[in-house]
């Protein structure tokens, strides 16, 4: 039993898996999982912002992360369609981004009524190397900053971006990420604008965002998949995090089940020799 | 941009005006030539303190009211106004970099692909679809017609976020394997940390939610669900630690800097004379 | 070829799911052994990746902000910020490297200029936001001198306690700049390390979650999309699965034999 244990090859735990990951597809079992204060937070921030108001949207992941922060970018972009609010797309960590974002914005628009350029705009992605300097300028000024969308247009001229003249008329930044990409949102226009700013990011990247969290400067945050799967949940929709909850579900107890069954390989080998020691003193 | 000086210029005349700056630039570089090798690092060092001065004096320096067109109310120093055009230097000047890592990679996979060794087929894979996928992407946007959308969307969602999304999915699996042959507890820190681990793992998943739903909602019993376990692991006890890692991160990153900005950086990126 | 535009229209879909798993497919066949075909998939995706961010560097940026307004509208200056991005690659020429030296120096400038507000917007509002209040009190109500302070519980209390408590123990573990002699400095040092240890826990769980929900969101593709469309919406997806286990079984039957013949 042990000899097996120890040698077990890794393609057989692959293969489990897949598994464990593939089967829970075929079975509907309704899950309701409370929203942690975090999820909450930004909930209730998106629901007490009056309609009309301006929303910058950042969507700094690519196809890499997309288990996580696709599902994040939908669940934000109906809930700001939803409470009717205005929002700017913009990319900086990679440029798939900018394509991600449009898809997801006009797989959703004629659902809830939206025209792009009237209720919501793309930017598009600019060079990540330069977004520091890039949002201090939007800080100064917004039109002149975002200068055209992806289809040329000056932003100056759409009817969306009215009233927004500086980084202070925006009501809330949010920031879907795999990156540290929110961390330059928080330096130069969180920060020096006082304007509220949430996040939707992976959650490696999540248990350092709780710090920012903890002071404040997120006033709510969406913590990977899971965090996705809650504000599914409080919208009273079911999306593609619900459809993956139960196979995480499973995945997750098979990793335990793998560290525990590996230690537990651990302590019989040692006291295999342990026993081998003792018998032969 | 409203001094007199730098106003657009259009018709024939902006030929003679592109070329005018063309001329200058080559100018200036050509006098910089001229610059024994000695003084080249303190030219650095000079470019370098100027470079950094912009932003550093822009934000210290003491703000007053200045009323501009987008905001009438806008507070800002005699460096405020240059914020803007800057911005837009910097994302030209930046884009304009792109090529050098595509020379490198051209480089490498050039000379493989000449050399015909046995790797040289993945080369020339690279180089077709590096090459299909710049030519659909500017086809799309130069001529948007219905084709060559639909051979973008082929390659952007049928070929690159498949691979993508792969690719980083691939890890998943390393963690399975991980944790049956390496995440082994040895010491006490290490019983800590896997205890922290399930934990957290336990309440992220809906079943591990569901295990102790039978808590009550409220009261002292409710602080035993792993929901609520894993939140306070993650805002009261991980958050903290990060946090003194951050003020290390942001003391030192300050620190260098200053070092930087000063030319006080030593090493042989900045020693050497160029 | 009048017909190709319409029959490309309709195939789109269908095409970018084949494709779609076809490199999933690919791709995975690393899990089994380093191999040819994974290989090939990768360096497409390279080139896929670079081809794209390069045609995003003119379409989004250089052809908005330094062509249009050059060509256009005439604003002869942008010629200079794309003489200083060239001159990064005067790192070729041995003579003119120094320049590209110069020009990164100024950036390099530049980022370093901007530390003093990363700091002041970043690392500074996090000081005043550890000092949290340790006794209970009941909710304060606004006044004209300060804004209305919520009700404070005892659990709420300890809490922040234990919050300082830890920020403080972790700072003095990572006071390196001179030896820890004293008993307090290393008795917090020695606590802040089994802190840390809440944090590298709650990381790797984190990590978990995230790395298997790109492993779900692959498998959903293959099963749900792709499957639907192979076989429809209600047996597609099994057509997939026992298409994988199949794959599996397959996989696994070689690497019995393997072992088998190793052993032997």
Sequence with gaps: MLKVMQNLDRRYLYALLILAVALPFFFNVPMTVPATQSTESLYDKIESLPAGSFVLFGGDWSAGTRGENRPQSEVLIRHMMRKKLRFALIAFADPQGKTLMQDIAVQFQSQYGYREGVDWVNWGWRVASGQENFLKALAQDVLTTAGTDIHGAQVATLPVMQGIRTGRDFSLIIDVTGTASYQAYIQFLQGPCKVPMALGTTAVMAPEAFNYLDSGQLSGMLNGVQGAYEYEQKLGIEGRATRAGLSLSFAHLLIIGMILLGNGAMLMERRQQKRASGDRS | ?274 | MTEFSPWLARATPHLILWIGALCTLGMYSVLYRENRLYRLFEHIFLGLATGYGVALAWTDVLLPLWWKPLWNKGEWWLIFPLVVGLCYYLVYFPKLRWISRLVIGFFLGITAGRAFQVFANDTWPQIPASFKPVLPHAAIAKTAASPAIPALSGADALNNALFMVILVCVMSYFFFSFPQKHPVLKGSAKLGRWMLMFTFGAIFGSTVMARLALLTDRIDFLLNDFGADVGGSVWGPKIMLALLIVIMAVVLTLVARKADIVEE
């Design chain 2, 1 to 274: 941009m409203h001094s007199s000086f730098f106003h657009p210029v259009t018709g024939i005349a902006r030929f003679a005006w592109y070329a005018g700056a063309v001329a200058f630039s080559v100018l200036i570089i050509f006098l910089l030539q001229l610059v024994p090798q000695r003084f080249r690092r303190y030219v650095i060092l000079s470019a370098t303190f100027v470079g950094g001065l912009f932003y550093a004096l822009e934000f210290l320096l003491p703000v007053h009211l200045m009323r501009t067109k987008a905001d009438p109310l806008h507070m800002g120093n005699f460096l405020t106004p240059y914020l803007v055009p800057f911005g837009v230097f910097t994302q030209i000047v930046f884009a304009a970099t792109v090529g050098l890592g595509v020379i490198n990679m051209l480089q490498v996979h050039g000379k493989r692909l000449i050399r015909r060794g046995k790797d040289s087929a993945f080369s020339l894979a690279f180089l077709i679809s590096f090459a299909l996928m710049l030519l659909v992407t500017l086809l799309k946007k130069v001529h948007p017609n219905a084709i060559n959308a639909n051979y973008y969307r082929l390659l952007f969602d049928g070929a690159l976020q498949s691979l993508d999304a792969t690719m980083f999915s691939v890890v998943a699996f390393y963690i399975v394997s991980a944790a049956y042959r390496a995440f082994r507890v040895r010491s006490p820190e290490a019983t800590m940390l896997l205890v922290t681990a399930i934990l957290v793992m336990l309440g992220q998943i809906a079943i591990g939610i569901l295990l102790t739903s039978f808590l009550p909602k409220t009261g002292v019993w409710h602080n035993l669900r792993f929901e609520i376990i894993r939140d306070w692991i993650l805002r009261k006890a991980n958050a903290p630690s990060i946090r003194a890692i951050q003020f290390g991160l942001g003391i030192g990153s300050l620190a260098v800097a200053l070092r930087i900005w000063l030319g006080l950086e030593r090493g042989s990126y900045f020693e050497n004379q160029g």
